[in-house]
T-cell receptor, first 114, second 110 residues
Framework: EDQVTQSPEALRLQEGESSSLNCSYTVSGLRGLFWYRQDPGKGPEFLFTLYSAGEEKEKERLKATLTKKESFLHITAPKPEDSATYLCAVQEPGMNTGFQKLVFGTGTRLLVSP | EPEVTQTPSHQVTQMGQEVILRCVPISNHLYFYWYRQILGQKVEFLVS????????KSEIFDDQFSVERPDGSNFTLKIRSTKLEDSAMYFC????????FGQGTRLTVV
């Protein structure tokens, strides 16, 4: 069975203290790896899609990278408003080639203190 | 910015009752999904829908569940004879590629 494992489960940072979140995956035929942000009681908010090893994407203080076995979400000089749960998901091929389902990890709860 | 809209935001129902959760996907998206998240657990895939039919469904999506696109804009999830363990956040999503999620409906079965 395909697995997505995220670490750490929780991370507490001081404002400005950079760090990385990890997502390791075992999936046959990776079609895509996704990062989402989820605030309490809200739906996942799309951040990035990565498709191939070596690919990197950036958005403000966030940078996502991908290897053949894992992805990292690097947070540079975080601010309190970056506090959220960050979810990693892998895309599996569905019956229709244009159609995928996502398998999520349990997420990393990030708290950034001022 | 276009967004996926879900109603209601919170639904409380008696065990055994039927509920319908409603979603308006982003217009011009062709693929639709329902996911659920039990409190403190992972987001789980339920079903995907394309061209007016189910494309794939998970083991969770048994005969108790059904989906429908009754018109050109709405996408619904019906849960028949609700059970206590159906209590969860239900998320609708739509995509051209990456999935965009709604804010969810919190279903509480009492």
């Amino acid at each position: 069975e395909d697995q997505v494992t995220q670490s750490p489960e929780a991370l507490r940072l001081q404002e400005g203290e950079s760090s990385s979140l990890n997502c390791s995956y075992t999936v046959s035929g990776l079609r895509g790896l996704f990062w989402y942000r989820q605030d309490p009681g809200k739906g996942p908010e799309f951040l990035f899609t990565l498709y191939s090893a070596g690919e990197e994407k950036e958005k403000e203080r966030l940078k996502a990278t991908l290897t053949k076995k894992e992805s990292f979400l690097h947070i540079t000089a975080p601010k309190p408003e970056d506090s959220a749960t960050y979810l990693c998901a892998v895309q599996e091929p569905g019956m229709n080639t244009g159609f995928q389902k996502l398998v999520f990890g349990t997420g990393t709860r990030l708290l950034v203190s001022p | 910015e276009p967004e996926v809209t879900q109603t209601p935001s919170h639904q409380v129902t008696q065990m055994g009752q039927e509920v319908i959760l409603r979603c308006v996907p982003i217009s011009n998206h062709l693929y639709f999904y329902w996911y659920r998240q039990i409190l403190g657990q992972k987001v789980e895939f339920l079903v995907s829908f394309y061209n007016n039919e189910i494309s794939e469904k998970s083991e969770i999506f048994d005969d108790q569940f059904s989906v429908e696109r009754p018109d050109g804009s709405n996408f619904t999830l019906k849960i028949r004879s609700t059970k206590l363990e159906d209590s969860a956040m239900y998320f609708c999503a739509s995509s051209p590629g990456e999935a965009f999620f709604g804010q969810g409906t919190r279903l509480t079965v009492v």
